[in-house]
């Protein structure tokens, strides 16, 4: 704690108990009271957006699904549907839905970590130890589908390279059984358990115009009330056909945030019990060109954390000119020092927590000045602005 000019400020990060990655976070107190605050990030930086432009179409998708561990299949499936579309290759629906299907499997992963860690900061480690072990449950389902508990690589440009069979697909729906039991108890806990409410509710508000304002996304978003869904907004691999119901809440607090990542479980089970019934016959590659065309093109899909944004760029060689990722916790991100002021300091850690960050996603540095010509609040305003003049 050090005092500048009568103004107490609590410094946490870049390594610290409180956060599981590195990432620097300023306090400024009035007693346990915070009145300004501040964040700091890029100590994870890798230059994997600079690696990329030294190696191959296919060697990248092996690198950039190293982004993030949890989201590693969602990277790689947003970076294949761009090189596909550059390349005008149709990826064979059983691949389409096989992608799908991981990609639900992911996202059931990523929350029921998440519910796990975000007990944990709570103080309720019960909750953190049960939810880790169901999700050991999905993790040896995914195991037994891909070969891997983390890094999947389930894709391959074109397509995938494994398929379900009849004893993979019985062995997913035993699993599916739990998780929806589970999950059902868990939002039975964290809605109704006098202690855990007492830490979530009414904490952290996020109105829908402040997400809107903040460039919030993901389920972050959809507790305060955003209707978006990249799956329902711009459908990609298998989900136009296998339609998405929005879990959306309109309190925007910490408990809604709860609430919509838990109910999105049960969606998540859902989804992958409609692709495993429509689950077509056909091949599962296509073959893509080892040079891609000339041209640039985006990419769009729903990570776990909310929308995951590729920009690629082609120069007709084997090797990519460019290649920028946008992901959901830099936007998210944004809304931390806003709704820290006024809050308790003790509240600090499930505030962090509560939009589910990943350091390592972010990959970049960035120094944003708290002062009159740029606050947080219009620096997201710009960055909006900015993508919805692009074509």
Not at 81 to 89: F, I, P, Q, R, T
Not at 122 to 127: H, M, N, Q, R, V
Not at 146 to 163: C, H, I, M, P, Q
Request: contains cysteine; charged residues 25%; glycine residues 8%.
């Amino acid at each position: 704690m050090t005092n500048t000019q009568e103004k107490f400020i609590i410094p946490i990060g870049p390594q610290h108990p409180a956060l599981k990655e590195p990432g620097h976070f300023e306090f400024t107190v009035d007693g346990e009271v915070v009145t300004d605050a501040s964040v700091r990030l890029g100590y994870a930086h890798r230059g994997i957006e600079k690696a990329t432009e030294s190696r191959n179409w296919i060697q990248n998708l092996y690198l950039l699904e190293r982004i993030c561990g949890i989201c590693s299949h969602i990277h790689a499936m947003a970076y294949s549907l761009g090189v596909e579309k550059l390349a005008g290759v149709t990826v064979p629906p059983r691949a389409q839905v096989i992608r799908t299907i991981v990609a639900e499997m992911e996202r059931l992963h990523s929350h029921l970590m998440w519910l796990g860690v975000a007990a944990h900061e709570a103080g309720f480690d019960t909750l953190f130890m049960y939810s880790w072990r169901d999700r050991e449950v999905l993790m040896d389902v995914l195991e037994a589908l891909t070969g891997n508990r983390v890094n999947y690589s389930a894709n391959v440009l074109g397509g995938v390279k494994f398929d379900i069979d009849a004893a993979q697909r019985d062995t997913l729906l035993r699993a599916l059984d739990t998780l929806e039991a589970r999950s059902a108890h868990y939002l039975n806990i964290v809605t109704n358990d006098v202690v855990f409410v007492r830490r979530t509710r009414g904490v952290g508000i996020t109105t829908t115009e402040q997400a809107e304002r903040l460039g919030l996304v993901g389920p972050t978003a959809r507790a305060s009330g955003v209707t978006r869904d990249i799956r329902i907004d711009a459908p990609y691999a298998a989900y136009g056909d296998v339609p998405v119901k929005l879990v959306v809440q309109q309190v925007g607090d910490l408990e809604a945030r709860f609430i919509v990542r838990l109910e999105e479980l049960a969606e998540s089970c859902r989804v992958i019990r409609a692709c495993l019934d429509a689950l077509p016959p056909g091949d599962l590659t296509t073959k893509v060109p080892r040079r891609i065309p000339k041209g640039e093109t985006i990419s769009r899909v729903e990570a776990p954390r909310g929308e995951l944004f590729y920009f690629i760029k082609s120069s007709g060689g084997d090797m990519p000119e460019r290649i920028k990722v946008r992901t959901p916790t830099m936007c998210n991100m944004a809304s931390v020092p806003v709704l820290a002021v006024g809050h308790q300091l003790a509240d600090i850690p499930m505030i962090v927590a509560g939009i589910d960050p990943c350091f390592s996603c972010n990959d970049r540095s960035t120094t944003v000045r708290n002062d009159e010509a740029w606050t947080w609040e219009r620096l997201c305003q710009y960055g909006i602005e900015y993508y919805r003049r692009q074509p």
